[in-house]
């Protein structure tokens, strides 16, 4: 017997969500690489931060190729949400440990140029990628991917205040704008990983697929 058109349609977007799972790994791979040794090289509490944040995207996004790896996808949900939580913890503890040492320390970073072209690149990459898995896993009703989705906005966020902090530590001399930075891209990563851990990050939906995974929206997945 042939699928019907809602399970055929849910059988593309999880494809879909398969593929931009497996970019978004795949560029996060490069930016930790990339920031964290340039964080490294200017003593940057905000690059190695966002360097970090790169590592927990690739873990997120990780836990959520595991969960549509299953026959049936749902049954890892909770556990793949705990995942992406925990991911958005650690990465907020150890940044604020970070920036707090860096400013009672009086630690200036220096300039990177490096940091500040792949700040630039991210805020022009990122927000396609998280556009795309949003609007597939709201469609499609998973919590997961819609948390995914999010982490990836929040590195685009991250990128501007990461743009910021360099830009003026490096023209200004303005030696607390680069942990200031990172202790936002700390508070940030807590609001993601508290949303992630109650599970309050799947949208309306924006199609037949997501209405019949779910019909009553008893557990709040469909609310505004």
């Known amino acids: 017997m042939g699928m019907t058109s809602v399970e055929a349609r849910r059988a593309v977007l999880g494809r879909r ?34 360097g970090l944040d790169s590592v927990v995207e690739v873990s997120s996004a990780a836990a959520v190729a595991w969960q549509f790896a299953a026959r049936d996808p749902e049954t890892r949900e909770k556990t793949a949400l705990r995942i992406i939580a925990f991911s958005f913890f650690g990465l907020a503890a150890y940044v ?6 860096t400013l009672v320390n009086n630690s200036p970073a220096e300039h990177s140029t490096a940091g500040l072209i792949l700040a630039a690149v991210s805020l022009v990459v990122m927000p396609g990628l998280s556009y795309a898995q949003r609007r597939a896993g709201r469609e499609l009703g998973s919590r997961t991917a819609v948390a995914d989705s ?13 743009l910021a902090g360099l830009a003026l530590n490096g023209l200004f001399g303005w030696s607390w704008a680069d942990p200031a930075a990172a202790l936002v891209i700390a508070a940030v990563a807590v609001k993601e990983g508290r949303e ?16 019949q995974a779910t019909p009553h929206c008893s557990d709040g997945c469909c609310a505004d």
């Open 96 to 101: 604020a440990v970070e920036s707090v040492r």
């Open 150 to 162: 999010k982490q990836t906005l929040l590195c685009t966020y991250l990128s501007g205040v990461l």
């Open 17 to 50: 969500i398969r593929v931009l799972v497996a970019a978004t790994i795949a560029y996060n791979v490069v930016e930790a690489v990339v920031a964290i040794g340039a964080g490294a090289a200017a003593g940057s509490t905000a690059l190695i931060g966002f």
């Open 196 to 211: 992630a851990w109650r599970g309050g990050t799947c949208c309306t939906p924006g199609g037949p697929a997501a209405e």
